[in-house]
């Protein structure tokens, strides 16, 4: 007899990450011969550049293949704290930093530390899936702030006066924003830490992931540099995950007050102990070497950005708009709920119709009820040339097919034709 497994109760109401768990359906399909367009990658589809590569080959041959301190490699904390001095003003050192596997064992350990039951935390939506389910299983009480397109899907400081209370422990913002792309202003950040100065018992987490994915001349400032004095209660999360490629190496930081730094290094020593020895010193070359791959990285996203959004403007009913950072597409699906697909199925919900591209137009997207905001798909321009070409032209004729113009066997045939190009 198997023997019964008890399951807490927060494990058992937390959900899967969303996009963890469509990667894996994707990767089933195409195991189980499926031809698939995958627009639903939140990462680079390149490879780590060559000299980050050789830089943790050499370090592994010199040695670095031991644990290292639970914070991280001192070299590292100090190029991190360097850069965040210099590209942001702040005073900040070793200290202030720790070094994590990925940003998001980061905010684990961050909402582990400091989060009592029933604290609320502030997460504007559309949100990055984890947010609010890791917030949920350290006790927290996730307090959505719906962000619609009107507002261009930002918090404004009349949203966050309105959902402060006496409980609220932290707020996250996230700027350039997963899954939207919005970037929010100097002078938006700015009129959002005039709240934050009212209320000096909220903290502050700015997930600074995709910083450096910024388009047609938008920059991200971050709040603690428009606002100094809140780095006195702010935990700054970034990452090499993004803008150098390098997700599989899991090497994430944070920067902030020692007292909650210390805590982190604290929790960090019980759980993976340190970030993996290799992965800091290939982030050591890619923070401290030459840029120039983050520049061709954002060149190449936004080629493919404008080539999704040339080919989306085809599709009847889709609200599109064109997004300043990060490498996903949010596309508003309103005008076709309520259709019917060609195989007799009715639309009503956006997750509805990512089952529709799914099934008919063999196109894997995102649903917005995912990032907490619907009716939306969520569409990743980080995937290849190929996949963003088949994927988007398929969407056209899916969404052609949904208002009775000719669509679903042009969908067929473009299905097949993308066969070669985009598996594997
Ligand atoms: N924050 C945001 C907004 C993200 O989109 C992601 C990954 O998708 C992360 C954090 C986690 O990144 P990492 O690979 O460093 O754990």
């Not at 989060?115 to 959505?144: C, K, M, Q, T």
């Not at 903290?203 to 047609?216: A, N, R, S």
């Not at 936004?302 to 009913?317: F, N, V, Y």
């Not at 007799?344 to 907490?372: M, N, R």
Request: charged share 15%; hydrophobic share 45%.
């Amino acid at each position: 007899m198997q023997p019964l497994l008890t399951i807490s109760d927060r494990a058992a109401t937390m959900k899967p990450s969303a996009s963890i768990a469509a990667k894996k359906i994707v990767a089933d399909l195409q195991a189980a011969g499926h031809q698939i367009v995958d627009l639903t990658i939140g990462e680079p589809d390149i490879a780590t550049p060559a000299h980050i590569i050789d830089g943790a080959i050499s370090a592994m041959r010199a040695g670095a293949t031991h644990y290292t301190a639970s914070a991280g490699e001192p070299a590292l904390r100090r190029a991190i704290a360097a850069a965040i001095e210099r590209e942001k003003g702040l005073a900040c050192g070793p200290d202030n930093i720790v070094v994590g596997c990925g940003a998001k064992q980061l905010i684990f350990e961050a909402f582990a530390a400091t989060l009592n039951p029933g604290d609320e935390v502030i997460i504007p939506a559309p949100y990055w899936v984890s947010y609010p389910d890791i917030a949920f299983l350290h006790g927290g009480r996730p307090v959505i702030v719906r962000c619609g397109q009107d507002a261009g899907f930002k918090l404004t400081p009349a949203m966050l006066e309105a959902a402060i209370t006496p409980r609220t422990r932290w707020l996250v913002l996230n700027s350039p924003n997963n899954p939207t792309g919005a970037v929010y202003s100097r002078e938006e950040i700015g009129k959002i830490a005039e709240v934050l100065h009212r209320h000096p018992h909220v903290w502050v987490m700015t997930d600074e992931i995709y910083e450096h994915l910024c388009y047609d001349g938008a920059r991200a400032p971050s709040l603690v540099e428009v606002a100094p004095f809140l780095f006195e209660r702010a935990l700054v999360i970034n990452g090499t995950s993004k803008a150098y490629a390098m997700t599989g190496w899991r090497i994430g930081y944070a920067a902030g007050p020692k007292p909650l730094i210390d805590v982190i290094v604290k929790m960090i020593s019980q759980s993976t102990t340190c970030a993996s020895s290799v992965g800091q010193a290939a982030a050591l070359v890619a923070l401290t070497g030459d840029q120039a791959c983050v520049g061709e990285a954002t060149a190449m996203y936004r080629a493919r950005r404008d080539r999704m959004l040339a080919i989306l403007a085809d599709a009847p009913g889709l609200d599109l708009y064109s997004p300043s950072g990060a490498f996903y597409l949010y596309v508003g699906v309103s005008g076709l709920l309520g259709r019917t697909t060609p195989a007799g199925k009715l639309i009503e919900t956006d997750l509805d119709f990512s089952l529709y591209l799914l099934e008919e137009a063999k196109v894997a997207v995102l649903d917005g009820g995912a990032y907490g905001l619907s009716p939306f798909l969520r569409l990743s321009f980080a995937a290849s040339p190929a996949a963003v070409e088949a994927g988007s032209r398929a969407i056209v004729a899916a969404c052609k097919a949904l208002i009775g113009q000719p669509g679903l066997a042009a969908i067929t045939a473009q299905a097949a034709a993308s066969e070669d190009v985009v598996n594997g």
